[in-house]
Structures are given as C-alpha cells and as structure tokens.
C-alpha cells in the first residue's frame, strides 16, 4: 500500500457518569487525512485544510503519535500527510483525538498492520497528552474500536467494546465558543466526597448494564454526573437550561461533551432526537450565539478507509 484516504470521525467522551473513561464514536461527523508514503524519512504535513492547525509534526497531534508509532515500528520510508480538518479543535467533539487516532490507524495499515488496537490507542494518547497535558483514552479508544468504549485501564491499556441499543440516537449542540482541554480540567478538584463516588461508581455501573441489556429507562436513570458536571457547567452558556430542554423534549439524559463547549443528549429514536435538537436550537437565540448541530446513531465501526492504493 502506497497510500490511504480515511475518515477519522467525531466522539463524545466523558459521558456523564464515564469521566475519562466512557465515549462513542459519531457517524457522518469528522476530518478526513490522506496519508502516503515519501522517500524522505520522517513525517511531513504537507497540506491542512479547514480550520488552521500547525504542519509541524513536532507541534501537531497527527505528527507526534505517528512518531511514537515510529518509535516501534521502524520504517524505511516516510510519510506525507494531508487533513482536511472539519472538527473544529476546542469544540468538545474529539478533534484532536480525530487527528491523532486517524493518523496512527493509517500509517498502521501501510505498514501491514503491525500494532495491536490498544498499541494505537496508546499512541495517539502521546498526542491528545500534548494537547490537554494528560494522556486521554476517551475519545482516542472508540475511534479505534467503533461505537461505545469502556476504558478499563490505561496501564496496561485495556478497553471494553460495549453494545449499542438499536434506536439509540446522540444530538450534539455546540455553541461556537472554544473550550480549551487543559483550561478545563484545571477547575476539577483533585479530590471528591466518598457519597459522590459511590454515587458515581454507581450510575456507571448501571450505564453500562443498561447497554448490555437495551434499556433505556436504565440508561436514562444513569446518565448523571456527579463530579464534573457541576464544575465545567459554568464554562457553558445556558448549560442548565440545554440540560432542561433536552429532557423535557423526551431526551434520555444530556451532559457535557467532553471538555465542552459541545453538549450532547441521548435519545430513543431519530423523532425524538429532531424534536430535542428542535428545542436545544431554540435555547440560543435569545443570546446571538452561533451554534452548530448534529443528530447521529452511534458509530460502530469508527475510522473508515475511503480508498487506498
């Protein structure tokens, strides 16, 4: 293989009652990347398209986890780079998971395949780490694996593919504002009560038994956080109102995606979800944000190869 065009689409992660360890893959969201390979040695970025980003690879999530695949896997050869970025970076929707997760699953492929799934996820956490300051597995991971991931452990990497309830449908919001990951992690506290873990440990629990089983009345009594939200939500416009509507238009549960500004709501069928995105749109207009807004099944098989040759 000389060269591969991908998807590398979007995620939520931090879902509710899943910090850092809870996310699901988008569908008809996300970058696109070509990656060939170059007589020159290394990795080069030769063209960025969309919303700007650096093209050195030293500075770029896409270069810095390929490096580290590099580190590995030896290669005799280089590779050229081309993203057309339509996540936008500080959108709370995986951009730079999207770049980091997309780059190492391609380079991977030229290569023959010779890194295991947790190898790449591992790798591209050495870019969302760049990012955010931490080494995040909850987007990176269903991007990887497709649809909804539980990362159990990150030393040794170990992540659970979970199933995904046929009629269920996430609409994301997101006001067109910039949350930057490493801003806001810093407004978490370092330590929380015992009552709100157990609390936590609990609705994650059932979260992931309400999967298993498809039901959504389960899933709906799960989807709360007690420990992030309450912090992050004032990073948020109108947070609580969104919140508010979203379920009173029949939404599963809503909460912040990833670091925000995006907002996510999970539904029972594609009506209902028009319906939430309906009233969560409305929320805004009073205020003159732009937003942006989606309505998607779950992804299940994550990155996609458009076309390789």
């Not at 509710?16 to 080069?44: A, N, T, Y």
């Not at 659970?160 to 930057?180: G, R």
């Not at 009073?286 to 937003?291: C, D, L, M, Q, S």
């Amino acid at each position: 293989m000389e060269e591969i065009r991908i998807f590398c689409p979007a995620s939520v992660a931090n879902v509710s009652c899943g910090f850092d360890v809870l996310g699901f893959c988008l569908d008809g969201i996300g970058d696109e990347m070509i990656i060939r390979k170059s007589k020159q040695k290394g990795v080069q970025i030769i063209k960025v398209n969309g919303h700007q980003l650096t093209s050195d690879p030293r500075k770029n999530v896409a270069g810095i986890a390929i490096n580290s695949l590099l580190n590995q896997h030896q290669s005799e050869f280089g590779f050229e780079i081309e993203i057309t970025k339509r996540i936008k970076p500080g959108s709370g929707i995986g951009s730079s998971a999207a770049s980091s997760a997309g780059a190492v699953f391609a380079v991977n492929k030229i290569l023959g395949d010779p890194a295991s799934k947790n190898d790449l996820i591992n790798f591209a956490m050495d870019g969302e780490k760049f990012v955010s300051g931490k080494a995040i597995p909850d987007n990176v991971s269903p991007l990887i694996y497709g649809g909804f991931t539980l990362t159990r452990s990150t030393n040794p990497i170990d992540v659970i593919k979970l199933p995904i309830p046929d009629e269920l449908v996430a609409v994301i919001i997101h006001p067109q504002i910039e949350i930057k990951t490493v801003h806001s992690r810093a407004v978490l506290k370092e330590n929380i009560p015992m009552e709100l873990a157990i609390k936590q440990w609990g609705n994650l629990a059932g979260m992931i038994s309400g999967l298993y089983e498809n039901n959504y009345d389960l899933i709906s009594k799960c989807l709360v956080d007690e420990i992030v939200e309450p912090h992050r939500s004032s990073l948020i416009p109108e947070f609580y109102t969104l919140k508010n509507k979203a379920i009173e238009a029949g939404a599963l549960g809503c909460g912040i995606s990833g670091s925000g500004p995006s907002v996510f709501a999970l539904t029972k069928g594609r009506e209902i979800a028009n319906n939430v995105a309906h009233e969560m749109k409305k929320v805004f207009i009073p205020h003159n944000i732009e937003i942006q807004c989606y309505i998607s099944k779950i992804n299940p098989n994550g990155i996609k190869i458009i076309s390789s040759k």
